[in-house]
């Protein structure tokens, strides 16, 4: 079953929040049994669900050769949507996994996870090292949010390359363009020039209502500008798994 990795080389760039509206929709709308994964130390993605943090920290324990995943997994309060939630033990994961030899270790695990799960979706580290390498070499597609910037086809840039310098194949990359505003010259700019054609996310005030009702923006704002916009990336996710044959 498909792996859908939100990744980006710096944070703020709205990377949690779409990776649980994409969770959330993948349960809800496709009714798909859907794993969360947040492999952020930040532990945004539990936080915007709502979810009780754990008690001892213990991600990392996961990557262990003698983990049991299912252990640590989560029933969120959605229908369909668990989760995997990240916390402070995944700080230096890098160093961690070169310790105990887990070059192959996420591939394996995301293995093991797909028999339970119609869809895996990995909220990831905003870093570009060994285990972004890992995630990326994983993935059925790479969502890659970006800022409407001038800036936003050298990071496309820069991931591709990174891509391409360690596989000779790798999943598809789909650029979004997140906190658009069409009252600045310069975000339509950008989406008129470079970002022509790209899934366009909203800026918008429901958006950072998230992090104060802790759910998705469709369960309470479903006919909201940014809610249809979201709606529209998972579509066009969804389609694009559909292409790969990986749906």
């Not at 990795?5 to 009714?31: E, H, N, P």
């Not at 920290?57 to 049991?68: G, I, K, N, P, V």
């Not at 030899?101 to 996870?113: D, F, H, N, S």
């Not at 998230?210 to 249809?228: D, T």
């Amino acid at each position: 079953m498909p792996v859908i990795a939100v990744y980006s080389v710096k944070g703020g760039v709205g990377k949690t929040t779409l990776a649980v509206d994409l969770a959330w929709r993948c349960a809800q709308v496709g009714k798909y049994p859907t794993l969360l994964w947040d492999l952020d130390q930040q532990g945004g993605a539990g936080f915007l669900l709502d979810a009780p943090p754990r008690r001892t920290a213990r991600a990392m324990s996961l990557f262990h050769r003698d983990s049991r995943p299912r252990d640590l997994i989560e029933q969120s309060r959605f229908e369909r949507l668990d989760l995997l939630q990240a916390d402070e033990s995944l700080r230096g994961m890098p160093v961690q996994l070169a310790r105990i030899g887990g070059k192959t270790r996420l591939a394996q695990l995301l293995a093991y996870l797909r028999a339970d799960y119609r869809r895996i979706v990995l909220d990831c580290p905003p870093m570009m090292n060994e285990v972004s390498d890992q995630i990326l070499a994983a993935a059925d597609i790479v969502l890659l949010p970006l800022p409407p910037s001038p800036l936003a086809s050298r990071a496309l840039g820069q991931v591709r390359d990174e891509l391409t310098r360690h596989h000779r194949s790798h999943p598809p990359i789909l650029p979004v363009l997140s906190m658009y505003d069409s009252r600045r010259k310069l975000h339509r700019e950008v989406r008129e020039g470079d970002g022509k054609g790209w899934p366009v996310i909203p800026q918008s005030s429901h958006v950072e209502q998230m992090a104060l009702r802790r759910e998705p923006v469709p369960v309470f704002a479903n006919s909201s500008e940014a809610s249809r916009a979201m709606g529209r990336l998972w579509s066009a996710v969804e389609m694009k798994l559909v292409e790969l044959g990986r749906a």
